[in-house]
């Protein structure tokens, strides 16, 4: 533009030089440096320096630019423009009619604005709010943020025209590719508002199929029904509170094996002491293991579970051997009472298990199984003597002899068998 077009659009038909540059700080930065240049002078100052065409119409421009500035700040302050009017920060709170109606606008928006490609109908400030839509129709239903920020920045640069299409590119040989040539083409604002028309209209289409019923999945909750009610998923069970602590150890387990395995990596020494720790605790296990079984099969030769074989000792109760030893004391029978008593004290010990029961075994080898530091031993080899001889040997019994052997019978039975014998000075002969 010539210089005298620029002057004559100056909003001012006087120029104070010196009241321009001290209301505008940055005028005389720009004065500064126009007086700085090396122009032709062409008059003087009254200084007697000189000046030129080009530095008057330098500070005439910008005393016009700071005059423009200064008003624009005083409109922006007295009235603010419609575009911040609005703030997009903040979203809204909107049902789903709420946001088909605001898809439905933006749809319009942008339709108008590609047709005009103005500033009024190009306007960031029509597209509104950001939306949060609930993803459901229920009360509490939670929540999905829809933005926009996309479709106002491309209204605001739909205010300015297309750009030219670019040149056309040379063909690309090989050895000759570089990021100019082989770049695609972007896309033209036109085709933005169309892509942007496409989305709107997915969005309201998604909206809408929303809205719609639920579907009846009542043919597929019975089928699902008919399969969990068969024989492989009969034992399916909800995982318990031992189940998920079992898990939890597992867990645990896993990641400190884990962590070993990474230490020993770093250094060798630690998995040969994990590989024999875990060969020691093996074998300590195994042995706990087998002393337990030894133990439980040792007390297995003494059924526990069930009554004593028929014919045995301990198969009459020792009470009832007692009875019988004094009806026959009673009826004046001794030998008969000595055979009793003794029967009675080898089912009270056979019935204590301190040997498995046999109706086989002879009373030498009932006194065989008693140890020989057992305190019982005396007392039943006292009376197994005496019952040997009243019985198999054919002596006679007199009623001191049952005494004696009632006696003993009875330290045997109560268990303080050696202990009475000892207080009496030893066994009965």
């Known amino acids: 533009m010539p210089l005298t077009a620029r002057l004559k659009s100056c909003p001012f038909k006087t120029l104070n030089l010196s009241a321009t540059e001290k209301a505008y700080p940055n005028f005389q930065m ?4 126009l007086r700085s240049r090396p122009f032709k002078a062409v008059g003087k100052t009254p200084d007697g320096s000189g000046f030129s065409a080009g530095w008057i119409a330098g500070v005439a421009l910008a005393a016009c630019f700071a005059v423009a500035q200064a008003r624009g700040v005083a409109q922006g302050v007295a009235a603010p423009s419609a575009s911040t009017a609005v703030s997009p920060n903040k979203p809204h709170d909107a049902s789903l009619d709420d946001y088909r109606a605001h898809l439905r606008s933006l749809a319009a928006v942008v339709e108008i604005c590609a047709k005009a490609r103005d500033v009024k109908t190009c306007d960031p400030a029509q597209v509104g709010a950001d939306d949060e839509v609930p993803l459901t129709s229920a009360a509490n239903a939670e929540k999905r943020l829809v933005r926009y920020g996309w479709l106002r920045v491309l209204v605001s640069k739909a205010r300015d025209k297309d750009a030219p299409p670019p040149k056309t590119k040379p ?17 033209t604002t036109t085709q933005l508002l169309k892509d942007a028309q496409t989305r709107l209209s997915r969005d309201l289409a998604q909206a809408d199929a929303s809205a719609a019923p639920a579907a009846d999945h009542s043919q597929e909750r019975n089928a699902m029904k008919q399969v969990l009610s068969g024989r492989e998923y009969r034992d399916l069970e909800e995982p318990t ?9 597992g867990n645990w387990l896993n990641h400190v094996l884990e962590s070993a395995l990474k230490a020993s990596a770093r250094a060798p ?5 994990l590989v024999w720790g875990f060969v020691v605790v093996v074998c300590l296990g195994l042995v706990w293991g087998l002393l337990q079984l030894e133990r439980r099969w040792r007390l297995r030769l003494v059924p526990q579970d069930h009554g004593p074989p028929a014919g045995t000792a301990s198969a009459i109760h020792w009470q009832l051997w007692l009875e019988d030893a004094r009806r026959a004391a009673a009826a004046g029978q001794w030998r008969e009472a000595i055979h009793f008593l003794y029967w009675a004290a080898i089912s009270r010990l056979e019935s204590k298990r301190l040997w ?3 109706r086989a075994r002879t ?34 019994a007199g009623e001191g002899d049952y005494r004696k052997a009632e006696q003993i019978a009875s330290a045997l039975i109560s268990g303080t068998g050696a202990a ?10």
């Open 30 to 33: 720009f004065a500064a440096r």
């Open 171 to 187: 063909a690309v040989t090989k050895g000759s590719e570089t990021w100019e040539n082989v770049r695609p083409v972007p896309p």
């Open 241 to 249: 509170a031992k189940d998920s602590a079992f898990e939890k150890v």
């Open 269 to 273: 020494w630690l998995g040969r002491v």
């Open 356 to 358: 498995p029961a046999d």
């Open 363 to 396: 009373p030498r080898e009932y006194l065989a199984l008693v140890a020989a530091d057992d305190p019982r031993q005396p007392g039943l080899a006292t009376l197994t003597g005496s019952f040997e001889r009243v019985w198999y040997g054919g002596r006679a």
């Open 420 to 429: 009475r014998l000892r207080a009496e000075g030893g066994a009965p002969q």
